[in-house]
């Protein structure tokens, strides 16, 4: 058990498809993020939300749509999506706020198959 | 541009061997470091971190050296063990920039009976 629940673990969807990812922390923290992990690449940073508000964009495509209701809960909505689109998919939390960084902890990911 | 990179892509280790990954960060403002391992089918999961203001720090069986000089990373297993077979991957952070963390590639490690 990581603390960071991800759900689904695997999704096959079209491209036209809409579909929505769900991360859930039971760890208390106030910080969650998306990644994605493409083989061979290493791991890109995609949102952050910071206490509910998104503090981080990294150039990601209008299709992807972060949600995050409370601190507990992120979402990603995913609408026509592109075959390059397939890949891992991992939620992370971890406590901010104070003047040292601390480790993200991660869910195991929803593993996404564009068809 | 500033990067983390990992100097083997694959090590593979006897059992009960010690074994040492290393990793090359070129941002010298990194002042946070971090080890994750991935196993199979999960997500990472952190091993260990240290911060700039240390050169070593050790956890169950794993010991971090970090040399700044040269902007080093390594993280070295005691008695290598079946279960340690995973990808690893290490991650810098400048701490007054927030929560970017920069990830390596990873190396995987296989761990011979």
């Known amino acids: 058990e990581t603390g960071v629940t991800q759900t689904p673990r695997h999704l096959v969807m079209g491209m036209t498809n809409k579909k929505s990812l769900k991360c859930e922390q039971h760890?208390?923290?106030?910080?969650m993020y998306w990644y994605k992990q493409s083989a061979k690449k290493p791991l890109e940073l995609m949102f952050v939300?910071?206490?509910?508000?998104?503090?981080e964009n990294n150039s990601v495509p209008s299709r992807f749509s972060p949600e995050c209701p409370n601190s507990s809960h992120l979402f990603l909505h995913l609408h026509t999506l592109q075959p390059e689109d397939s890949a891992l998919y991992l939620c992370?939390?971890?406590?901010?706020?104070?003047?040292?960084?601390?480790?993200?902890?991660f869910g195991d990911g929803t593993r996404l198959s564009i068809l | 541009g500033e990067s983390v990179g990992l100097h083997l892509p694959t090590l593979s280790v006897q059992e009960g061997d010690n074994s040492i990954i290393n990793c090359a960060y070129s941002?010298?403002?990194?002042?946070?470091f971090i080890w994750y391992k991935q196993e199979s089918g999960k997500g990472p999961q952190f091993i260990i971190d240290?911060?700039?203001?240390?050169d070593k720090r050790q956890g169950q069986r794993v010991t971090v050296l970090l040399n700044k000089t040269v902007k080093h990373l390594s993280l070295q297993i005691a008695a290598t063990q079946p279960g340690d077979s995973a990808v690893y991957f290490c991650?810098?952070?400048?701490?007054?920039?927030?929560?970017?963390?920069?990830f390596g590639p990873g190396t995987r490690l296989s761990v011979l009976p």
């Open positions: 939300y910071n206490f509910k508000e998104q503090t």
């Open positions: 992370a939390s971890s406590q901010e706020g104070s003047t040292e960084n601390q480790p993200q902890h």
């Open positions: 760890l208390g923290h106030n910080a």
């Open positions: 991650a810098e952070n400048i701490s007054n920039y927030g929560q970017n963390f920069v």
């Open positions: 240290i911060r700039s203001n240390m």
């Open positions: 941002n010298s403002a990194s002042d946070y």
